[in-house]
């Protein structure tokens, strides 16, 4: 957990100014159900931090947002999209995860009057790093990052799952542990559509970092599957089916628990297994691919040597 925040910066790639701006758009899922899809490319000025996927459910007595940008702007620019779905204000955040982009727009919302929300593990790592959040996006998002204050969510929920009702809506929340520590995926039992937070990317690979947890992945991926979505809004990509999720998350977690893991319990050569698996087809035409798939199998064997 020591390195959590260090390499992070080095994979976002510097912004150009903002003239030409990401604004984010809601696309209905099923239902009362949205999703806003970000891009597929680094942090960037022009995106404000906003290349992740967010989400919310409208009700009666007010919205429930999914997640929160990655700074004050970023926020403003969630709410502008909701308010053309309706002109129900956000009343409840609820927080994915600890990573940037989950979080940082935490205090926008508040400050409005409305509650966030978050699985306690969730909250505790938003506050360890909070600083280092801001930190680093300054170097990347420069004077767009004014007017961000980082509030871990002051609402937390115990337990490894927990289950919210707000609005009338049901929210199912359960630790995912995948890509970040403390990450959590929401589900909605009614409309059968899963929030998976970053355990599940399409039509870009998923990066394993060094905090991530492969194993915990393919775990968290299977009882995903178990709930049989009809919808699944990944951390990344487009709002995608059971199947598409499977082939590209899930097959990926198997590859890199079953066979990356497996020879490293076996002590079997590093650079050799890399080597051996360093072209897959199945996977190539995801982006990130190039950059991703070594560095991801070095850490998946790094988790497994370790054990």
């Known amino acids: 957990m020591r ?22 758009k809601a696309e209905k899922v099923v239902d009362n159900v949205y999703a806003i899809v970000g891009p597929l490319g680094q ?35 969630l709410e502008a999209a909701i ?22 727009g935490n205090d ?13 593990r969730t909250a505790a790592t938003q506050a360890e790093y909070g600083a280092q959040h801001m930190q680093g ?23 490894e799952t927990a289950t919210l009702e707000r609005g009338g809506e049901t929210l199912e ?15 909605l039992p009614k409309q059968r559509v899963v929030f998976s937070g970053d355990l599940v990317y399409v039509d870009r690979l998923l990066g394993v970092l060094p905090w991530s947890s492969v194993k915990n992945g393919q775990q968290a991926f299977k009882a995903l599957a178990a709930l049989k ?18 082939r590209e998350t899930g097959d990926y977690y198997d590859f890199l628990v079953d066979k990356v893991g497996a020879a490293a319990r076996e002590m079997e050569p ?23 798939h070594r560095a991801n199998m070095n850490r998946a064997f790094v988790e497994f040597e370790a054990q």
């Open 3 to 24: 390195l959590f925040l260090a390499p992070l910066f080095f994979i976002l790639a510097l912004g150009g100014n903002a003239a030409h701006a990401f604004e984010p």
């Open 43 to 77: 942090r960037s000025a022009e995106n404000d931090g906003l290349n992740a996927n967010f989400g919310f459910v409208v009700t009666p007595k007010g919205v429930i947002l999914v997640d929160s940008g990655a700074s004050r702007l970023g926020a403003e620019k």
């Open 83 to 104: 308010r053309k779905v309706t002109k129900q204000p956000v009343r409840w955040v609820v927080n994915t995860g600890s990573q940037d982009h989950r979080w940082l």
């Open 108 to 120: 926008y919302f508040a400050a409005k009057g409305a509650e966030v929300i978050a699985l306690a």
């Open 137 to 159: 996006l300054e170097r990347f998002l420069g004077e767009r990052m004014q007017g961000t204050k980082p509030l871990p969510a002051p609402k937390t929920l115990a337990g």
């Open 173 to 187: 929340l359960a630790y995912t542990d995948a890509h970040f520590p403390g990450d959590a995926r929401v589900w």
């Open 229 to 246: 979505p009809a919808r699944i809004v990944p951390g990344h990509g487009r709002v995608c089916d059971l199947a598409q999720a499977q």
């Open 270 to 292: 590093m650079d050799e297994t890399l080597d051996r698996y360093a072209d897959l087809p199945q996977f190539r035409h995801l982006e990130n691919y190039g950059d991703l």
